[in-house]
């Protein structure tokens, strides 16, 4: 094994963990082949998954590890691979960031310690986030594009993009770069939100740049949804308190090209306005759209902005994202609490206002759509003909990708019951990981059928990549990469 370190040394609602599975989508880039690259947050058609019969059962800190290195900073984006790299984005502090904590309600349940001991609503708000929000006149950061040799590990240059005050607040649980880089196969594109954007060659030389205004988010929780890219323009969604908009910028020159500007919050919570997923780019033989999940409604637009078609009825505070799977649309959301938590599938073609009565579908676009079935934080995974639904507090269900019908549901056995990242498939497996580092391991049958673990014994909330035979995992201060080696190969087949 080889290891590389680089050289920088009101009651409040459920906590929203904003990866992007943090959570938080991925965009269809031409030409990138499964082993060649992952080039985006969750993959190559958002479906992470593979059919490489080489990658990974069983690792620890020590097994199936064909490197690691020590990763500075703060962030939780997710690796992505173009050109034999991998790319990361951090940002570090000369102050020492509030640690993040395992859970969603640990900021709730310090709310109702605060009300018991007859508090005011200020100073209960106060308290929270002094100890729990991390605001922009706390900290000054340096924010960083990091390169890594795939094969070695090896750090190969790293770019400062940004020095200053972050644009907005976090709370612990969030980072100040949770936002996932994209590739087109020629530059990497940077984004944080309410801050701007950034190109950079695939050797780290700067394209162009384009700062962004800065809008509020939601209590302070931070940003997370990351940008896709599709026929030369980069898109991103910026659901926040006071303009919401989904905007597009030339990939060759940063010049922003259209923005559209939204309301989308519930009738009865106009307050609700931010969101924190990732657009998917959905390409169909009828077409190619952007589908963007934001608070209460799901809004699909051509690539030139115009809306196509809409369906509200979803989660206040959304944060999984589209993604598409044997011809349907699947559409997921579940933030604790709100009646809303559907899974919904759409057939391609749609237009118009899609929204149903509770009693059920109505639309012939709409092939299912289940109230109460969505998650709250992990995107679901569509494999062997079932969507894999992993939900934040231990549970692991079942669905049919065709119809919708749940065929189990079932606790995790020796899970603390916390999931951020979002789960993978290959080799007749399903893979989740908690916020503690284990991965948990399912067989892909009709009955819950749990395999074993494995450890990484530190803090994971960025969802892993695939690329080629590797699994690449990204922990609190480390980047795994997860090699089946000869000695472990008969073990771990199938």
């Known amino acids: 094994m080889k290891r590389r370190s680089p050289t920088l040394a009101l009651p409040l609602p459920p906590l929203l963990l904003l990866l992007q599975a943090f959570c938080l989508s991925a965009p269809s880039v031409g030409g990138a082949s499964e082993d060649a690259a992952w080039p985006s947050f969750r993959g190559p058609e958002a479906v992470r998954t593979s059919d490489n019969a080489r990658l990974p059962l069983h690792w620890s800190t020590e097994k199936n590890v064909e490197w690691v290195t020590d990763v500075p900073g703060l962030g939780w984006s997710s690796p992505i691979v173009v050109a034999g790299r991998v790319f990361l984005t951090t940002a570090t502090s000369k102050t020492t960031f509030k640690e993040p904590q395992i859970g969603t309600e640990y900021s709730n349940d310090y709310v109702a310690e ?32 990091l390169a890594f040799d795939l094969e070695s590990g090896e750090e190969t240059w790293r770019k400062k993009f940004f020095a200053g005050p972050p ?34 060659s695939l050797d780290g030389e700067e394209n162009w740049s384009t700062l962004l205004e800065s809008f509020p988010i939601y209590l302070d929780f931070g940003t997370g949804g990351s940008p896709v890219t599709a026929h030369g323009k980069l898109f991103i969604q910026n ?46 033989p ?7 999940h934001g608070p209460y409604t ?35 959301s579940g933030v604790h609490g709100d009646e809303n938590r559907p899974i919904a599938a759409i057939r ?20 299912f759509f289940h109230r109460v079935a969505g998650t709250y934080i992990p995107t679901p995974v569509a494999y062997k003909g079932a969507l894999w639904v992993l939900y934040d507090r231990g549970i692991f269900a079942r669905h049919d990708a065709a119809t919708g019908e749940r065929t189990f549901r079932a606790r995790i056995d020796g899970s603390a019951g916390a999931f951020t990242a979002s789960p993978w498939a290959y080799r ?8 503690e580092g284990t991965t ?39 980047l795994y990469s997860l090699r089946e080696n000869t000695a472990s190969e008969n073990a771990d087949r199938p």
């Open 428 to 435: 007749d497996r399903v893979f989740g990981i908690d916020e």
């Open 239 to 284: 659901d926040n308190q006071s303009d919401q908009f989904v905007a597009a910028f030339d990939t060759e020159t940063g010049e922003e090209l259209w923005r559209v500007h939204r309301e989308l919050a519930p009738p009865d919570q106009k307050n609700r306005r931010s969101g924190w997923t990732t657009p998917f780019v959905w390409e169909t």
């Open 167 to 200: 644009p907005g607040g976090r709370h612990r649980k969030n980072s100040f770069t949770s936002e996932t880089p994209v590739s087109d196969g020629k530059s990497v594109f940077v984004y944080v939100g309410n801050l701007g954007l950034w190109s950079f």
């Open 286 to 292: 009828e077409r190619t759209e952007l589908v963007t």
């Open 440 to 478: 948990f391991v399912f067989g892909t049958g009709d009955e819950f059928d749990q395999l074993h673990t494995n450890e990484l014994d530190e803090m994971v909330l960025a969802t892993p990549a695939i690329v080629g035979d590797r699994l690449l995992i990204r922990t609190q201060t480390r």
């Open 348 to 367: 391609p073609g749609a237009s118009g206002d899609l929204t149903l009565s509770k009693e059920g579908p109505e639309n012939p676009s709409v092939v």
């Open 298 to 332: 799901v809004v699909s637009y051509d690539l030139e902005g115009e809306e196509l078609w809409r369906m509200s009825g979803h989660s206040i505070l959304p944060a999984p994202s589209p993604f598409a799977y044997d011809g349907l649309l699947y559409l997921v």
């Open 114 to 145: 605060l009300m018991k001991e007859g508090l005011s609503q200020e100073e209960v708000m106060a308290r929270v986030e002094a100890r729990d929000m991390e605001m922009p006149d706390e900290i000054e950061l340096e924010y960083w594009l």
